[in-house]
């Protein structure tokens, strides 16, 4: 496992660096585990994108991510966005269902989190997203 993020060979990332890990799919959270900090926030969405070598049955892709996860990291979030972004209406505001998520750790404002997407997204867009937003945090305080 690597212990630096490298993108166009410039390190971003350094093992241990890392305080919150906002993850779109399992495997993908188990990969930059050593990056982390003691005591990080992690968010993982419940979503498996089985690899190639899953696919043609060379490997087995594991079953116990999020209890092995849950049992050693005491900030471990599970979150299912697809299904929240889904019940907004569109299973492309997947991210903003995570930052409603990703929004419950912290003590700011909810107006702020909502002000910053709607600031991002063309106004066609911001209702969805704020629905798959509220979804995305109402999700996380009902201890899913």
Known sequence: MSHELLIHNYIIIKKGQVDILFSFEQLETMRYLDLLKDDPLILMNNQKILPPSVTIGNDNYPDNIPHLLKSHYSRFILVDALDAATKAGNSKALNCAFIGALSRSFDLD???????????????????????????????????
């Open 110 to 144: 909810q107006k702020l989190w909502e002000d910053a997407i709607s600031s991002m997204l063309p106004t066609k867009l911001v209702e969805l997203n704020l629905r798959a937003f509220e979804i995305g945090r109402t999700t996380v305080s009902n201890g899913v």
